[in-house]
């Protein structure tokens, strides 16, 4: 909060340091806060024990690994810029550098990315048997660019989740190793694509 005191009458300069506040005026300005990379340090004692010599050291944390690394949060933003805004790896890279003052390179947003996908097993599961499980599945597939050749983008969403799996084909191979369309028995909705007539 910032206050804003005032300390003289403007008619007759006198000073108003002891009078009492007899009203407030508020005006509220939502704006982001000031963003930089925080580095934290982790350091794990190696103490000898004087009873028996035995060497011990503090754990770190699960999740600090190297010497050096990326925390979470700069990670889960990575991933969001790139999957879910589809930003490319430069434009990301870009965005870090103005934002943040920090450059990344590019290699690190796609070792991210490839970390984060391995991580997505589970969901991936989670997602394919909800589908499986629904009355209504909308189904598409849109051509997209991966390191400069055409590949497509297939889409299985309901009201409640959307599973999106990039594949080298279009048609019902690409759909076959998918795994859902084949053992889906509800209605599928879909552009009229010919591979999805071979779909019971």
Known sequence: MVTHPISLCSKCQSSLE???????????????PSTKIEVTQYESEGKVCSNCLSFEEGQFLPHVTKS????????????YLTNYQMLSYSRTAAYIRDQFGHTISEGTLVHMNRVFGERLDIFEKKAKSHLLQSRIVHFDETGIRVNRERQWLHTMSTKDINLQVVH?????????????????????????????????
Do not use: C
């Open 18 to 32: 002891q009078e009492q506040t007899v009203s407030r005026k508020k005006r509220q300005v939502f704006d982001l």
């Open 68 to 79: 050096v690394q990326y925390g979470p949060r700069i990670q889960a933003l990575v991933v």
């Open 168 to 200: 080298t084909k279009r048609g019902k191979e690409a759909m076959n190793e998918i795994g859902v369309l084949p053992h889906f028995s509800g209605i599928a909705v879909h552009d009229g694509w010919a591979s999805y007539f071979g779909y019971k």
